[in-house]
């Protein structure tokens, strides 16, 4: 299979090994509240040397109909986790992983979180600092500042660990 990841030589086995890896991780993300076909596109994207399938390729790897392909792509464009682009040359599209897809993720997530502060402090003082609601709605909004606080810091982080392995790499 052209999109699958195997190493030169490895044959079935291998093919075997990163299929079964591609089901796990996507059952873990199902497990996380992600859409199954997503997931599983998904992986079996992660999990190709190219970190891009065609249609037809995904579906052979997942033993799935080209309507849940489309499907699951929909859902991954809609998510920012996948984007598609053309084989040049041909009609046909090949999605994509994006590159640094974790930390765009988590950046949009930091996005969601100040606007989920915003509505918690608002309705906070809608209901009011002396009632039990109000009280439980500002904890909540003050969690959702302290993660935003912890996650920027994490990104940063992450940039300078990537950075420095870079720097490792090269020299």
């Known amino acids: ?101 974790w930390y765009e993720t988590f950046t949009r997530r930091d996005q969601v979180l100040t606007r989920w502060e915003k509505v918690l402090r608002d309705g906070s003082e809608l209901l009011g600092p002396d009632s039990a609601a109000g009280t439980r709605t500002a904890e909540t909004a003050e969690f959702f500042a302290f993660l935003q606080r912890e996650m920027l810091g994490i990104m940063d982080r992450w940039s300078a660990y990537k950075a420095a392995q870079g720097a490792e790499l090269s020299s």
């Open 1 to 101: 299979m052209t999109g699958m990841t195997t190493t030169e030589g490895s044959g079935e086995g291998n093919e075997e090994a990163v299929s079964r890896f591609v089901e796990r991780f996507a059952a873990e993300l199902t497990e996380a509240g992600m859409q199954r076909m997503g997931a599983r596109v998904f992986a079996a994207l992660l999990a190709s040397e190219t970190a891009s399938m065609t249609s037809a390729e995904l579906a052979g790897q997942l033993q799935i109909s080209p309507a849940a392909v489309s499907g699951a792509i929909r859902y991954l464009s809609q998510v920012s986790m996948v984007s598609r682009e053309r084989d040049p040359g041909t009609r046909r599209e090949r999605y994509v992983l994006h590159n640094e897809l």
